[in-house]
């Protein structure tokens, strides 16, 4: 971590994070309100999670990531931004929604850009697989939503077929397969990058049917 990102980690882990233990989260304990709650795994850095937030501080947001610079440099934004609807755990997101995250909490989740694996021999390492969606389908609330974005177009074409595959989910695209970019969904540095080397993004939608 940089030295910015340490003293934020330090600072202010004790207020906006939490760690992980075996045990339900009280959400609006946590938050200290029943707004609706997004989840994002694996913010990265955070920078659009810290937009997204402010930009909807009737939202609560709940942020998923191992890498502990991203962990810092988002709670070094929030110093900046003043959001107080932003929570943080790092630590691997499957066991946090396994064993913290209580069934029907969540409005939407949120995985944006996540490491594609695009060796076929590392493609079983990938996040979206059918029993990952399933325990998504418990953990978000009805007709709550999955929100994928990234800019492989194999793991685009990857995660339709899983959840194509999976019960009880509708796909919110109009065609069937992928929507347009949401216009509060914001535009990371790494997508811009990937823009400029001309790399295409695809986002996904899917709406839990309970």
Known sequence: MTAGQALA?????????????????????LFGNDNPVVLEIGFGMGASLAEQAA??????????EVHRPGVGSLLARIKEGGQTNIRVVSHDA??????????????????????????KRHHK??????DFVQQLHKK????????MATDWENYAEHMLQVMQS????????????????????PITKFEKRGERLGHG???LMFQVQK
């Open 9 to 29: 980690f330090e600072e202010l882990m004790p207020k906006y994070g939490f760690d992980y233990q075996l045990n339900k989260l009280d959400l609006a304990g």
């Open 55 to 64: 930009a909807m501080p009737d939202t609560n947001y709940l942020g998923i």
């Open 94 to 119: 499957v066991e946090v929604l396994e064993h913290m995250m209580p069934d029907n909490a969540l409005a939407r989740v949120q995985l944006f850009f996540p490491d594609p694996w695009h060796k």
């Open 125 to 130: 390492r990938r996040i979206v697989k059918p």
């Open 140 to 147: 978000l609330a009805p007709e709550g939503v999955f929100h």
């Open 166 to 185: 999976e019960q009880a989910w509708k796909n919110l695209s109009e065609s069937n397969d992928y929507v347009p970019k949401p216009s509060d969904r």
């Open 201 to 203: 993004v695809w986002d």
